[in-house]
């Protein structure tokens, strides 16, 4: 088993910014694509930002220019820095990493979401 555990979520005023973390551990044997999806309230989950190991980035347009993805891959980490950030930007944010286990097995694994709420 792999678990996700994001931390950094919170309330920020419109403009302000947040950091959030995610650290993937257990039956790790590498990691190919880690990114950040976000749900609104009434709304399906979208991606917000992606990485690869080899550090290759994809971004929802929404975000372009205002967040930042990187990643740590000897610690199994990825971050997502948010700048000037807006109210159209509250959702519970989720971890998502695609894992290959020590018995060569591929699964997508979720973490169990932080809340980012930015007030107006």
């Known amino acids: 088993q792999v678990q996700l555990v994001e931390s950094g979520g919170g309330l920020v005023q419109a403009g302000g910014s947040l950091r959030l973390s995610c650290v993937a551990s257990?039956?790790?044997?590498?990691?190919?694509?880690m990114g950040w999806y976000r749900q609104a309230p009434g709304k399906q989950r979208e991606l917000v930002a992606s990485?690869?190991?080899?550090?290759?980035?994809n971004y929802a347009d929404s975000v372009k220019g205002r967040f930042t993805i990187s990643r740590d891959n000897a610690k199994n980490a990825v971050l997502l820095q948010m700048n000037s950030l807006e109210p159209e930007d509250t959702a519970v944010y989720y971890c998502?990493?695609?894992?290959?286990?020590?018995?060569?097995?591929?699964?997508?694994?979720w973490g169990q979401g932080t809340q980012v709420t930015v007030s107006s």
């Open positions: 998502n990493a695609r894992v290959l286990s020590v018995q060569w097995r591929t699964q997508n694994y």
């Open positions: 257990g039956n790790i044997f590498s990691i190919s694509t």
């Open positions: 990485t690869s190991s080899e550090g290759t980035t």
